[in-house]
């Protein structure tokens, strides 16, 4: 359990430095999103998608819901900012819903790490690693000011998730759900912001990306884990 709240506090900490780590036109930039994307996609096929469906089989069929309103809520408030504002305001109303939304998204994420942890040690890992990729290339845009201590309170948010899972049961049907939604966002954030676009991305760092975290797990249930 210990180790869930180490690994929030690195994404908290990770979320703090790395801010403006990359340049928008980055080569370096592109070549690790299209790393991550790698990785992303295969945690999500071969570790996630099965561990949900796992608990819909155990639990109920109706956990995949989750799965469907995390990722759907994301693109909804996407299509909501882009439609309904432009200019300085699309930028203001971008900066200020991508904020509220990531932090409670990291606090989430922050919950639940203590929790699989407590159980699975090396699905809680697995879970930590693309979500800290993710934070690395920012591709849930969400800041709002330069001040530390906003940045700080920011960036904690993960941690404080950590922090309120010593006070909070939700119960294995509850943070199945929580899983789904993270899920769901995480499978839309891959899909919409991180997979390199047209001519865009450098598909050898993707399949790498794939590749590697793709033999690691295989090794992983070779071992029995």
Do not use: C
Not at 74 to 95: M, S, V, W
């Amino acid at each position: 359990m210990v180790l869930g709240y180490v690994l929030a506090l690195i994404l908290s900490v990770v979320d703090f430095f790395t801010e403006g780590l990359f340049s928008k036109g980055s080569l370096s930039k592109m070549k690790f999103i299209s790393f991550a994307a790698g990785v992303s996609i295969a945690y999500i096929f071969l570790v996630l998608l099965p561990e949900i469906y796992s608990g819909a089989i155990t639990i109920n069929r109706l956990i995949f819901l989750a799965v469907l309103f995390g990722f759907a809520i994301f693109h909804i408030i996407e299509k909501y900012i882009r439609q309904n504002f432009t200019g300085q305001a699309l930028r203001k109303e971008h900066r200020f819903v991508h904020s509220a939304t990531s932090f409670i998204y990291f606090l989430i994420v922050g919950f639940l790490l203590v929790k699989v942890t407590g159980t699975n040690i090396l699905n809680g890992t697995l879970l930590f690693i693309p979500i800290m990729l993710h934070i690395v290339i920012d591709s849930l845009p969400r800041r709002a000011t330069k001040k530390h201590h906003l940045r700080a309170l920011h960036a904690s948010s993960a941690f404080l998730g950590a922090v309120s899972a010593t006070f909070i049961e939700v119960g294995n049907t509850g943070n199945m759900i929580l899983l789904g939604i993270v899920g769901g966002a995480l499978l839309y954030t891959v899909i919409r912001e991180s997979l390199p676009k047209d001519r865009e991305g450098k598909p050898l760092y993707f399949i790498t990306g794939l590749l590697l975290f793709t033999v690691i797990i295989l090794l992983l249930w070779n071992m029995g884990y």
